[in-house]
C-alpha cells in the first residue's frame, strides 16, 4: 500500500469500471477532477475519503434518452437523476429541443413553462446554449436539435409537404444548431409537425446532418400494427445519406405486436451487416409515456393545437375520428392507458387511474371522455 498526493479517495466500495471486467472491492484515488489510481488500498494522510463499503462505485450513467430540455433550468441539481447515478443526459429527443423557437411553436413553449417561471429568452441553439453556459447544474449535457423544432420554425403546423424555399430555410436552421454545439438531430414521426414530413424530407434534412458528422436520432413513424415499415423508413433513410441513425426506444407496441420482435432484430441485423450505420434502444418495461393525443389520427393535428382543440369540438369531427379509432373499442386499449398528470385541478382525481376507469365515472365513451379531457387540459 503505497501513500499518495489525492484529494479525495473511494475507499471500500465494489467497483464495476465500465469495461466488462467482473467487479472487485477497489479504492479510487482521486485528484482535481481527475481519477489518479484504482489500487485495493490506497494510502493518505491528508485527503478526504467516503467510505463506500457494502456499496456499489461506478462511472456516471449516460442517460442517452432524456426530455429534460427545458426543466432543468428551474432544477439544476437535478436530483431524479443524480440520486440514480446519471451524471451525463442527452437532451432533444424525438423532434422536440429547446431551440430553434419562433412563432407558434415559441408561444406554446412561452404557455407551457410559465408555470415553472422559465421565460425562454433565447431563439436559436447559440442563443441557448449562451444561456446553458452561465446555469451550473449537478448533470453534464449534450444537446440535439429537434427536427419539429425545426419544421415548426420553417413550415409551422400545416399538414403538407414543406416547399424548396422551406426545406432552405429549415437547413440554415439545423446548419445553426449544428454549428453551435448540436450534436445531431432527431425527429419525432408520429408527433406535429414531425409526422407531416415525408421521406424526401428526411433525406434532405439527414444529409446535412451528415455533412458535419451528427447522429440522427428517431421516434419512427409506428411502434406497433405498421412497425417493420417505420423500421425499414429509418434504415433507408441511413442508406441514402450515410448518417448514423439511432432508433429510439425501439418496442412493438401492443401485445399482439410483441411477436414481430424477432422481425425488428433480423432488419437490423441484416442493414448492420451490409455497412449501414444503425443502432437503438430499448427499455425494459411494457410501458410508455407521452401526449395523450399521439393515439389520434394525424390530420387531426393540422394548423397547431388552437385548430385541433376546435376541430375536437365539432360533433362532425368527433364521429370521424370515432370510425378511424374503431379498433380502439377492443379490449383492453382503453384500460392500458392511465393518466399520470394534468394541469387543472378539476382534473386532478383522474390521475393514476385508466381512461376506462374515468369513462365508467363520467358515464360516457372512452373516446369522448378523452377528447373532453383534451378540450379541458390545452
Known sequence: MRKMDLDLIIEKGFLIDGTGMPGKKMDVGIKGNK?????????????????????????????????????????????????????????????????????????????????????????????FFDVAEGINSSVNRAFLVGHGNIRACAVGYDNRVATKDELSVMGKYLEEAMKAGAFGMSSGLVYPPGCYAEFDELVT??????????????????????????????????????????????????????????NVKALIAYAINEGVNVTCDRYPYTAAATDLDVILPAWVYDGGIEDQIQRLKDRAVRKRIAEEMSKAD???????????????????????????????????????????????ED
Open 330 to 376: 377492443e379490449a383492453p386499449f382503453w384500460s392500458d392507458i392511465v393518466i399520470s398528470s394534468v394541469s387543472t385541478q378539476k382534473n386532478r382525481w383522474m390521475v393514476g387511474k385508466s381512461i376506462a376507469e374515468i369513462a365508467a365515472i363520467q358515464k360516457k365513451p372512452p373516446l369522448e371522455a378523452v377528447l373532453d379531457l383534451l378540450i379541458e
Open 35 to 127: 481519477i489518479e489510481v484504482i489500487e485495493e488500498r490506497i494510502s493518505c494522510n491528508t485527503c478526504t475519503r467516503i467510505d463506500a463499503e457494502g456499496m456499489i462505485v461506478a462511472p456516471g450513467f449516460i442517460d442517452i434518452h432524456s426530455h429534460s430540455d427545458f426543466l432543468w433550468l428551474a432544477c439544476r441539481e437535478s436530483e431524479s437523476k443524480i440520486l440514480d447515478g446519471v451524471t451525463t443526459e442527452v437532451c432533444g429527443n424525438c423532434g422536440l429541443s429547446a431551440f430553434p423557437l419562433r412563432g407558434k411553436l415559441l408561444e406554446r413553449r412561452r404557455q407551457g413553462l410559465s408555470k415553472y417561471g422559465i421565460v425562454p429568452s433565447w431563439r436559436s441553439a447559440q442563443g
Open 205 to 262: 434534412m439527414c444529409n446535412r446532418v451528415n455533412e458535419y458528422g451528427g447522429l440522427y436520432a428517431t421516434h419512427i413513424r409506428n411502434e406497433g400494427d405498421d412497425l417493420e415499415n417505420a423500421i425499414a423508413e429509418a434504415i433507408k433513410v441511413a442508406e441514402e445519406t450515410g448518417v448514423n441513425v439511432q432508433i429510439s426506444h425501439i418496442k412493438t407496441m401492443g401485445q399482439e405486436n410483441w411477436h414481430k420482435l424477432e
